[in-house]
């Protein structure tokens, strides 16, 4: 990415980092007044780097009401941006573009009773964020959230799914939630073990959530390794599901996690 001109960003400080596994992290930084988003956009991260500037995408974890700004994120190694991030202290300041970016917004679909949420790796991010809100738990009947990652340590968010039904503004909705993890590499105790598109195509996954996924009611978002995106909207599109368009209304809204 391409740096941002000096007016089209602002300088915030690193409030916390949680290194959760060898390669994936968490981190806070501070939330300008004037930085508006809507849950399930992602934020432009940069630093200054020799005569310009490193630019990375990443997707917003908080609801859009909070305080400070957080993000999930997976190191990639040698990664450019990757490699500043490891190294990342709290107190250090880091560059927010002023613009939030994107369109995986649960709001787009006028229609559908459930909501299907499809992540792998770092595309739950959004997703986290979306379930924040509690217009998401009004609007549909059930929600299913669902978390692709190759190995059991990778699901570092099993705790915060849980924590939704203590959360002081979505907690009278949790009722509706239905959390599948899938573990691709290895058999793991209450996880599904095939690829998203296998899972949709052989019905383990409205197996495992519980729910009997139709075009006239379910209505699916995706978000994460651009080969899964792939891969899971056309084996939707077989089982007559379409993409959505706001002129023209489907089930289905995506966006690639890198
Ligand atoms: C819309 C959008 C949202 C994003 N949100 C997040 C996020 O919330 N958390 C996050 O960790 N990353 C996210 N990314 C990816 C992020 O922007 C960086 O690409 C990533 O941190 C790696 O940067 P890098 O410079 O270290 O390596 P890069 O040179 O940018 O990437 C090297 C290679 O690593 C792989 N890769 C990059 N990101 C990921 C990833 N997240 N998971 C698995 N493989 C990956 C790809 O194959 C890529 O070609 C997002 C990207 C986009 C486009
Ligand atoms: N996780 C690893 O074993 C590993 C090892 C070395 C390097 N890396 C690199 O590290 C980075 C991050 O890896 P990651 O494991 O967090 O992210 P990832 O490679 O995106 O994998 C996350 C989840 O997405 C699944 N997936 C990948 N392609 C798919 C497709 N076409 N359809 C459906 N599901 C798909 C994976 O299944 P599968 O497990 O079946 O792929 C896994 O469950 C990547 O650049 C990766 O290449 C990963």
Known sequence: MSAAPEAKFTEETVLWVKQ????????????????????????????????GYIWRAYSIVSAEYADTLEYFVILIENGAMSQRLAQMQA?????????????????RFTDGEDLIM?????????????????????????????????????????QRVEEFHQHPLVAEY???????PVVTREETNGAL??????LLHNGSLAQ????????????????GNPAMVADTFKTLLNMGY???????????????GF
């Not at 959004?126 to 549909?140: C, D, G, K, V, Y």
């Not at 495992?208 to 978000?223: D, H, I, K, V």
């Not at 959505?244 to 690639?256: A, D, F, T, V």
Request: glycine fraction near 8%.
């Open 20 to 51: 959760l596994t060898p390669k994936l992290m968490s981190f806070a930084i501070t939330r300008p007044h004037s930085y508006r988003f809507s849950a399930g956009q992602f934020s432009r991260l940069g630093f200054r780097d020799g005569a």
């Open 91 to 107: 107190g250090q300041s880091i560059l927010l573009d002023k613009t939030a970016f994107g369109f995986l917004l649960p709001g």
């Open 118 to 158: 499809l992540s792998t790796g770092s595309g739950i991010a959004p997703f986290l964020s979306m379930l924040q809100q509690p217009q998401l738990w009004e609007r549909f009947q059930h929600i299913g959230l669902v978390h692709s990652v190759s190995y059991a340590n990778e699901l570092v968010f099993n």
């Open 174 to 180: 949790a009722h509706k939630l239905s959390w599948q």
């Open 193 to 198: 073990n095939q690829r998203l598109p296998e």
């Open 208 to 223: 495992g959530l519980n729910l009997a996924f139709s075009p006239q009611r379910t209505r699916f978002m995706l978000c």
């Open 242 to 256: 379409s993409m959505h368009r706001n002129k023209l209304p489907g089930q289905i809204i995506m966006e690639n």
